[in-house]
């Protein structure tokens, strides 16, 4: 393999055409210069594709143009990853910015380890207007090699502690082994299909079969404001709502495939507990009917993945209780007896290793 391969750089274009100049000058200030980048329009009504077109003229060899009907972001990026020349394939939304060192961080690791399915750094994070920035919680992972299914599992536990998609490379290939994003889990709004969780669910299934690899440098910059794709769904549909669609349409039933794949039961026990947790956490305001409507909701569309769910889903409910109601060090030692308890009572339920 070439010491620079040639990368493909994918990004989605929604009536993004006021970004989509200093999008392009932000790829060109890069220090990696053996990329392509695939602008992928789905359904634009303004002048994005005549902005597009206005820089292809000048750059011919590194812009190229599709244009995908499906409504959707995973749609419009599955488009792109048929279409992408690359071996290794980035992922930028049209607001946001790679740091000038990105690719060089991240392609070492891919290049001198061919069994590394993807490697990532962190997100810097900027919030408009008022400037806040932060850089994002990564969780748990190790940095350097993540053998799976580790990452997957604490992505499992707590889906903020996912990278941002922008913060990523990824083998072209084992993108298309994993079926590319979900297409699935998204709302309507105003017969708009919006997607939310398709880099959740693509980097989870990334990370449970594949060895990944962590940097621990911001390698992107993302951008939230009142305009930005996120900003618009929080106000049609709550982040505790996306994540409970989020657990019940992929992350459930795709760890019990796991499980039936592998034998390993840690990602749905970790799915499943996750799942219990943000399903308290959101109907703590609801009325009682919502409450018992979401919870059988969630329950017998899990009860059929396994028998002994309903005997698991009174742990995670007395999880949350003993959290609720417990100092934090002190919920951990409670919790910690609890599972010794349960594990002697069900050992093929209740994981010790697990806490």
């Known amino acids: ?53 206005y820089l292809k003229q000048n750059n011919p060899k590194q812009i190229r143009v599709f244009q995908e009907n499906k409504q959707g972001v995973a749609f419009a ?32 690791p891919l290049l001198k380890d061919s069994t590394i399915a993807m490697s990532f750094g962190s997100t810097y994070r900027v919030y408009l207007p008022g400037e806040q920035s932060y850089i994002q919680d990564t969780g ?117 495939y796991y499980l039936q794949k592998t034998g390993n039961r840690y990602p749905l026990y970790w799915a499943e507990r996750a799942a219990i947790t943000n399903l308290t956490a959101s109907i703590q305001a609801a009325s009682p009917i919502h409450m018992l409507t979401k919870y059988r909701s969630l329950f017998s569309s899990l009860a059929s993945l396994r028998a002994d769910f309903y005997l698991s889903s009174i742990y995670f409910s007395l999880f949350c209780l003993i959290h609720s109601l417990f100092p934090y060090k002190l919920a951990k030692q409670v919790i910690r007896l609890q599972n010794r308890i349960l594990y002697i009572l069900a050992p093929k339920v209740f994981p010790l290793e697990i806490s």
């Open 77 to 108: 990026r599955n488009s792109g990853i048929q279409y992408a020349k690359g071996d290794f394939l980035c992922f930028l939304d049209i607001d946001d910015n790679f740091f000038p060192d990105k690719i060089n961080i991240l392609i070492p």
């Open 1 to 53: 393999m070439p010491s620079f391969p040639l990368v493909s750089i994918i990004i989605p274009v929604f009536n993004g055409s006021e970004r989509i100049r200093a999008s392009f000058q932000n790829l060109q200030s890069m220090h990696y210069t053996n990329w392509e980048v695939l602008y992928i329009d789905n359904n634009s009504t303004d002048n994005s594709l005549e902005e597009i077109e």
């Open 140 to 256: 748990l992972v190790y940095s350097g090699e993540n053998l799976p299914p580790r990452a997957g599992m604490d992505w499992l536990s707590n889906l903020s502690h996912l990278p941002q998609t922008g913060a990523t490379i990824v083998r072209k290939d084992i993108a298309e082994k994993v079926g590319g994003f979900d297409e699935k889990v998204g709302v309507y709004d105003n017969a708009l299909w919006r997607s939310f969780s398709e880099d959740a669910a693509f980097h989870i299934k990334i990370s449970l079969n594949y060895k990944v690899y962590f940097i621990n440098q911001p390698v992107v910059k993302y951008f939230r404001h009142s305009s930005s794709a996120i900003s618009c769904l929080n106000h049609i549909f709550p982040a505790t709502e996306r994540y409970f669609l989020t657990h019940k349409i992929f992350t459930l039933p795709y760890t019990h």
